[in-house]
């Protein structure tokens, strides 16, 4: 499996530098939405972790999704796209469906600074306990599939 920083980079040469830059990426990061090239962008949130049990599988078509923890711990839930029961349909104008968390995925703690590179054949399930719940902030990069 390629290192998600390599993947990071394939994807977007923009994004690989602006992850690389500890200046610019970090937790000092203002919430809300960060602009790059070639259709690129970015959000940073934050939000307190909740179990399992309250939370749905989503995937994307148009956008690959690169998450990065900037403070605390969350797991997140992946599984293939393939087979999910769908409980809200495809949203184009969000790129994003939801799939009922009823089937069991492949759990990803995320740890600090370290991206996660999600394609759209891969359902996922973000802002999972690990642990108690805590507040997370987080950015999300979002790389257009070409």
Same mark, same amino acid.
């Given at each position: 499996m390629?290192?998600?920083? @390599?993947? *990071?980079?394939?994807?977007? =040469?923009e994004i $690989?530098? $602006?992850?690389?830059?500890? %200046?610019?990426c970090n937790e000092n990061l203002e919430?809300?939405?960060i602009e790059f090239g070639n259709g690129?962008? %970015?959000?940073?949130?934050?939000?307190? +972790?909740? &179990?399992? =049990?309250?939370?749905? $599988?989503?995937?994307?078509?148009?956008y690959y999704d690169v998450q990065m923890l900037l403070r605390g711990e969350e797991v997140i839930e992946v599984t293939p !796209?393939?087979?999910?029961? *769908? +409980?809200? &349909?495809?949203v184009k104008e969000k790129d994003i469906t939801f799939f009922s968390n009823k089937k069991i995925g492949e759990n990803v703690v995320m740890s *600090?600074?370290? &991206?996660? !590179?999600?394609?759209? =054949? +891969? %359902?996922h399930m973000p802002g999972v306990v690990s642990g108690a719940p @805590?507040? *997370?902030?987080?950015?999300? $990069?979002?790389?257009?599939v070409r």
């Open positions: 390629k290192d998600e920083m @390599q993947k *990071v980079k394939e994807l977007s =040469e $690989f530098a $602006f992850i690389s830059d500890s %200046a610019r919430i809300g939405r690129c962008y %970015a959000m940073v949130s934050e939000y307190t +972790t909740v &179990p399992r =049990e309250e939370k749905e $599988f989503e995937s994307h078509i148009d !796209v393939e087979g999910l029961e *769908v +409980t809200k &349909p495809y *600090v600074m370290k &991206p996660f !590179v999600i394609g759209p =054949e +891969t %359902a @805590q507040k *997370v902030k987080k950015i999300v $990069f979002k790389i257009p």
